[in-house]
């Protein structure tokens, strides 16, 4: 799927469009939606400096993130990558980087100044071809790279098939008897194309719904 301005998902109306969509592909969907589970756009800035906030946030709470990002912000000019190459390691440390980020956003620095990640075409290709040209960066996994072209680029089929939430709503909202895995959740759906990105904000709405049930922070 090519994109164009409007597939994009960067305003209401587009996720508008989506979800009607979606409708038509899965009316499970449709009734969680229905239900209460109503999606949040939420996008952030793109290029390189939007995926340096992906790869900060992988596997640390929503606040220390927050914490180390302000750190970076204040302490670079520019988040560039040509920025990432020149500082030391410990000006990167200073921040509360840890040494395995360090070397992943210098590897996606390398990449960009080669050539090798073409972060400014990435929109224009398929989420596949997309997410493949990501994950070839060391230190980049599946689910950084989705949540980075779901969020950053707004593309419509990012599919996060690994995160624990998603995967959780899922179990919930389809009756599994367990919480399907990553290879498990990308089957599920195929169905979706080529919305699965919103069927994945669908699922983290049902999937706060479910810990608002429960009295726990989502």
């Not at 009607?20 to 592909?25: G, P, Y």
């Not at 939420?42 to 946030?57: Q, W």
């Not at 709503?169 to 599920?188: G, H, I, N, Y």
Request: with cysteine; net charge neutral; aromatic share 6%.
């Amino acid at each position: 799927m090519d994109l164009n301005p409007a597939t994009i998902l960067d305003s209401d109306a587009a996720l508008k469009a989506g979800l009607d969509a979606l409708a038509r592909l899965d009316p499970r969907l449709a009734r969680l939606v229905a239900e209460g589970a109503h999606p949040v756009l939420r996008k952030r800035e793109p290029g390189f400096e939007g995926l340096a906030s992906v790869v900060i946030g992988q596997q640390v709470s929503t606040a220390s993130a927050a914490a180390i990002w302000g750190r970076m912000k204040a302490r670079f000019d520019e988040i560039a990558p040509r920025t990432l190459l020149d500082a030391s390691d410990g000006d990167l440390k200073a921040v509360g980087l840890s040494a395995a980020k360090i070397r992943t956003l210098r590897a996606a620095a390398r990449a960009v100044i080669e050539g090798a990640l073409p972060l400014e075409r990435l929109e224009a290709l398929p989420a596949d071809e997309a997410h493949d040209a990501l994950v070839a960066v060391k230190g980049i996994g599946p689910w950084t790279a989705d949540i980075y072209l779901l969020f950053c680029l707004g593309h419509p089929d990012a599919f996060p098939a690994g995160d624990l939430a998603v995967q959780e709503a899922a179990r919930a909202a389809f009756r599994l008897d367990m919480r399907p895995d990553a290879k498990a959740l990308t089957a599920l759906a195929e169905r979706w194309r080529p919305w699965r990105g919103v069927a994945a904000k669908v699922l983290w709405a049902h999937y706060r719904l479910i810990k608002a049930r429960e009295g726990a922070p989502a």
